[in-house]
């Protein structure tokens, strides 16, 4: 099983001060890396996937970084929507053992 | 729009059997893999089981095999969950998603399973 970490648990970072999130696998994941976030009460919206691509409709605040066993997720200027959890999740291995990481938390400074 | 809608959580006693159901409305998903995804209360994300397009493969995560049951209907347009032999850490909210070269691009709003006696 491939284990993603995520780091810090918590993040806390002032409006409009730029946001970087980790995630680490424990083994080569090549580009095959996906975020999310997750508002409370509502399920996960797919914000990158392929590690850097944007989805449909996200902000170009959002940018994903990375590729192997080290990826990064940039919020260049947080606005207060933005202030969630964000996961990201392993698609590399075969047969399909997908696993996400635990999750950080975007809070206000 | 492409929407997905879970029904089918309950509260059952450990030991119990439920079947999820997830209604997809627009005419992509056929075409899709698809995946439930489950969250525990205060937890995060874990992928539970995916079927391919036309239901002749199916994967599950370790803590569910023997025990789960993913299937779809193509012609209806829905996905299924056989859930047996229920445990109480199997309590958690169950998401359908749609699969698009294995990350979830579409969720549903999910169904709420609890295993308590």
């Known amino acids: 099983e491939i284990v993603m970490t995520q780091s810090p648990a918590t993040l806390s970072v002032s409006p409009g001060e730029r946001a970087t999130l980790s995630c680490r696998a424990s083994?080569?994941?090549?580009?095959?890396l996906a975020w999310y976030q997750q508002k409370r009460g509502q399920p996960p919206r797919l914000l990158i996937y392929d590690a850097s691509t944007r989805a449909t409709g996200i902000p170009a605040r959002f940018s994903g970084s990375g590729s192997g066993t080290e990826f990064t997720l940039t919020i260049s200027s947080p606005q207060s929507e933005d202030f969630v959890v964000y996961y990201c999740q392993q698609y590399k291995h075969w047969p399909p053992m997908y696993t996400f990481g635990q999750g950080t938390k975007l809070e206000i400074k | 729009e492409e929407q997905l809608a879970e029904s089918g959580g309950d509260l059952v006693q450990p030991g119990g059997s439920l079947r999820l159901s997830c209604d997809a409305s627009?005419?992509?998903?056929?075409?899709?893999?698809m995946a439930w995804v489950r969250q525990a209360p205060e937890k995060g994300l874990e992928w539970v089981a995916t079927?391919?397009?036309?239901?002749?493969?199916?994967f599950y995560v370790g803590s569910v095999k023997g025990r789960f049951t993913i299937s779809r209907d193509r012609a209806k347009n829905s996905l299924y969950l056989q859930m047996d032999s229920l445990r109480a850490e199997d309590t958690a909210m169950y998401y359908c998603?749609?699969?698009?070269?294995?990350?979830?691009?579409?969720w549903g709003q999910g169904t709420v399973v609890t295993v308590s006696s």
């Open positions: 627009g005419n992509t998903f056929r075409s899709y893999w």
């Open positions: 079927i391919n397009v036309d239901g002749s493969e199916k």
């Open positions: 998603a749609r699969e698009n070269r294995a990350h979830f691009d579409i």
């Open positions: 083994q080569n994941v090549d580009t095959r």
